[in-house]
């Protein structure tokens, strides 16, 4: 069973680093490495009871994470959604997708998808779709018109 607050605690927090590091979500899931996903997800509840950005600077230090520069936050035209509005769209699509695979292993799957490049778009509509259409999309692998 997927405990929802740590999952949307980790998909936030990479979310957080992404932007900090102006990197892809998939970069920052590969950069982290399963062992470190996993460590975050079974340690949420303690995690969350420092803010956020000092949890991301942490690991983005101890595991050295590189700058790139993938920046949607400054290329958005629109209103930029916040981590945690973020955060909570992979937690549900990750909870709605979720079959046989580990977490982890699905995490890390969901992140390297073509979903997560069009959640990421914020001069889309795409990350603001209900969970059921954006999860039915990633079934699907396409948009579903």
């Not at 590091?21 to 399963?34: C, E, H, M, N, S």
């Not at 993938?70 to 549900?92: A, E, L, M």
């Not at 998808?113 to 603001?128: A, K, L, P, Q």
Request: proline share 3%; glycine share 6%; charged share 30%.
């Amino acid at each position: 069973m997927v405990n929802q607050s740590d999952l949307f605690y980790l998909c936030s927090l990479i979310e957080v680093i992404g932007r900090k590091q102006k990197l892809t979500r998939k970069d920052v899931v590969d950069a982290l490495g399963k062992e470190n996903i996993d460590r975050i997800y079974h340690q949420a509840e303690i995690l969350h009871c420092e803010p956020i950005e000092k949890i991301a600077d942490e690991y983005i230090d101890y595991v050295n994470i590189p700058e790139g520069d993938f920046d949607n936050v400054s290329k958005c035209r629109y209103t930029v959604p916040d981590h945690w509005t973020i955060g909570k769209v992979y937690q549900r699509l990750i909870e709605d997708t979720l079959t046989g695979d580990d977490l982890t292993t699905h995490v890390i799957r969901v992140y390297h998808s073509w979903v997560s490049d069009g959640i990421s778009d914020y001069n889309t509509d795409f990350y603001y779709q209900p969970r059921g259409y954006i999860s039915l999309c990633y079934k699907e692998g396409k948009l579903i018109a």
